[in-house]
């Protein structure tokens, strides 16, 4: 897809957003381009970007994110550097919003200077398999809220239905109407479908603009 | 079998006291369970039911007491903190014999400790917590899927015996995603003859407080309290055995302490060392059949705890102390890693 100075995934808590945005941010680094990733959530007290460091270390990748993310201090805070995602123009920025239109309020802050710089993707991560998001008219619910809360509307729309560990080809072919159907509801493109790196070769002639992505793993809950 | 759905602990454990009948929700928002008020919120009022924020846990609590007496499944939720906050009103729905749900999804402690997770209420939980002779039937959930079911077991235990109930769960499970199918569940109703919802045709008022006038009268109210404490010690012990069959040694853990344990269990195996679990599903009445029986058999336990150290004690009891019980722990919002206790699997295998 052509790349914006920023871009920003958002939508309902819990449909990947995070994995999106970590997965996204490699991909442009990898591509060579000069990228920071800003975690942006207020809301979740763990399961966070924070948690990707790992992947993000071994690619040189600056993550923006409050001192106390994954801490004991439950304030909904964010990091002075996140000013950076607007001021240093050099740099592209993927931004991980926080789930819902209660995540993505902080980010009303940058509302005026981005729509100004007017170089940014705004989209919308979905999932028919989590609760709350499982048609297009509740899906298209929480985006209206989201935008509500932000200012900012949605450019586009990535693909993210997975099920956990229990994703398989067919999870992800079930999915394809649904989002179509989001797709068409709201007017917005889907930039892209996300699966799972194993299931990628499975699938990657059957699906339009398939990304393989690698997951965060939380292998102490299995 | 429902087409599963990507689920939090904390949205399935909402979704299931909707699913139990619960249309009377009261609560105060604290980390991590906040999602649990946030789902009550927006669904309540699109179903004729109640969600009402209260100024305070104290307050949440007594509107819980006052909706119960009036014979409706009610709930509420909160973490650590502000359980013990809580702990006067459930004393209090104790000793009126008011059954309902209240949900601690636990941070670490004491004081206002921090938002990671912990298990280290568990004496609370067991114990009482709040004043007097009493009991509260407390379950266990270690996934996702347990947030549900044991929700809605959950509202009939309660109603079963007119005993407040809590689901005991921590940060990790009420926050973590994993799938879920919510099947259609038959969910038993009780009458409530006792509740002080109008006189409606009877030739008396029911009057539901825990005041009694004189020392024996009280006395008679807990000994009462207490045999029907005792059928649900006889009746109502669940858990779950893992790799139990050959096992030499035997992990005592609940919730997300027993995921871990689990992990490492498969760990522990592939080295040749024959480890199995005792999962308690209720952590009161504590699974001491199960326990014992084991004690038979197994030649050490390891119980494996986000606290100090608490469960550890309903264990040897159980057993009677006739064998060793070693605890492997991290406290403070640490989890406790799948190699810590395969370490003490093998420390303790050569003892």
Redesign the interface.
Known sequence: MDTKRVTLFSGHYGSGKTNVALNYAIYLKEKGEDVEIYDMDIVNPYFRTLDGKDMLDQHNIPLVVSDYANSNVDVPAMNSGAYRMIHDKSKLAVVDVGGDDRGALALGRFETALKEEGNYDMLLVINKYRFETQTAQDTIEIMNEIEAACGIPFTGIVNDSNLGRETTTKTVLASLDFANEVSKQTGLPIKFTCVERGLYEDLKDKINNLVPIDVIHYGVWC | MAE?????GN?ALA?AAITAGCRHYFGYPI??QTEVA?YMAKRMPKIGGTFLQAESEVAAINMVLGAAAAGVRSMTSSSSPGISLKSEGISYMAGCEVPALIVNVER?GPGL????PSQSDYFQATKGGGHGDYHLIVLAPASVQEMYSLTIKGFELADNYRVPTMILTD??IG??????SLDAVEVKQFDKPWAACGQRGRDHRNIINSLSLSPEELEQWNLNRYARYKVIEEKEQMYEEYMMDDAEICIVAFG?AA??SK?AIVEARKKGLKVGMIRPITLWPFPTKALKAAAEKCKAFISVELSMGQMIDDVKLAIDCKKPVYLCNRTG?V?V??NEVVAKIEEVSKM
């Open positions: 599963k759905i990507l689920m939090k949205e979704e980390t991590p946030a670490g400790g921090g938002i990671q940060g990790t926050q973590m995603m994993e799938p879920v997300i995921r871990v992990n919002g989890i890693s799948s």
